[in-house]
């Protein structure tokens, strides 16, 4: 309180002073106010009784000194800001000493730059620089098709993941290394497009997927074998019929076989089936064979006998 009102008056003194010398218009001499100036309006402070000497802890006691401005400090930080600086401030000390203590921190940190400046090595010359790889085509390109197909291949599978030692032998062997990282993609799809090339010039259609949700269309559109027998017929049709709803066991497997030849996929089986009505259209499928009734199990006493 006694600060305060010390305080006030001074400025009030001031302000006077400022007053009638904007008063005197031109007349009025010059302000001139140092930065070692120090107003009249409190206690002198002293530097603080020890400086850190590492940025970090200069650091350290500038955060502590902010906290002690604003409120009195707990032991620990007490305890810590005595070790930095040797003694605990008041809070008129604390404004001051942060002060000095920021000036301090600038000079550290500007000493740090020119250090790391002097430490590091002089950019080379442009002439000097080396060229930069390109990685967007590998070193060699395989000329014949079907070892373009392969090198494609086995670039898509190191995108995937890393290539054994016998697969990754293979693949410098095709393009003269093995794809840097990042690499991969861009090599896949110029030796795509070379082969592809290729392949127009030799006359090869393009490979089409199927849809999501669509089955591949079966490789034949007739089974390899026909039976020749109505009965066989119907047999084949019976189980042609299963195959397009189920998976079958390994007995109706083999006697799908053993009748047409192959074993189909699902819509192979309603493709062949479709085949075969039309050749035979009078023939309907086969009855499911009748298994004969299982004797019942004795019933069992209660006294396990």
Not at 105 to 128: F, G, I, N, V
Request: net charge positive.
């Amino acid at each position: 309180m006694v600060e305060a009102t010390a305080w006030k008056t001074a400025l009030k003194g001031l302000r006077s002073e400022m007053k009638v010398l904007d008063g005197a218009g031109d007349a009025a001499p010059a302000i001139v106010i140092s930065p070692e100036a120090v107003l009249p309006i409190g206690p002198v402070v002293p530097a603080p009784p020890r400086i850190p000497e590492t940025l970090a802890e200069v650091s350290i006691a500038l955060r502590l000194l902010g906290r002690r401005c604003a409120h009195p400090l707990e032991r620990g930080a007490k305890n810590r800001i005595e070790t930095l600086i040797g003694t605990c401030p008041s809070r008129h000390e604390a404004l001051v000493w942060r002060r000095v203590l920021k000036s301090k921190r600038r000079q550290m940190r500007a000493a740090e730059r020119a250090q790391k400046q002097a430490a590091e090595p002089p950019p080379a010359a442009p002439s000097q620089a080396t060229p930069k790889k390109n990685t967007r085509v590998p070193p060699r390109v395989p000329e014949t098709l079907p070892e373009l197909e392969e090198a494609v291949a086995l670039i898509g599978n190191c995108l995937k993941a890393e290539l054994g030692k016998k697969r990754r032998r293979r693949l410098v062997a095709l393009i003269g290394e093995y794809p840097p990282e990042g690499a991969a993609a861009p090599w896949k799809k110029h030796l795509k497009t070379l082969r592809n090339e290729q392949r127009a010039v030799a006359g090869i259609p393009k490979k089409r997927r199927p849809r999501a949700g669509s089955a591949a269309p079966p490789s034949h559109p007739e089974p390899p074998r026909i039976p020749e027998h109505p009965e066989e017929i119907a047999d084949a049709l019976r189980l042609l019929a299963n195959r397009t709803r189920y998976t079958m066991g390994r007995q109706p497997r083999e006697r799908l076989i053993e009748l047409l030849g192959e074993f189909p996929s699902s819509v192979g089986a309603a493709v062949w089936k479709a085949a075969i009505e039309a050749k035979h259209p009078g023939i309907a499928p086969a009855a499911a064979p009748v298994l004969p009734p299982t004797a019942p199990a004795p019933a069992r006493c209660g006294n396990g006998g």
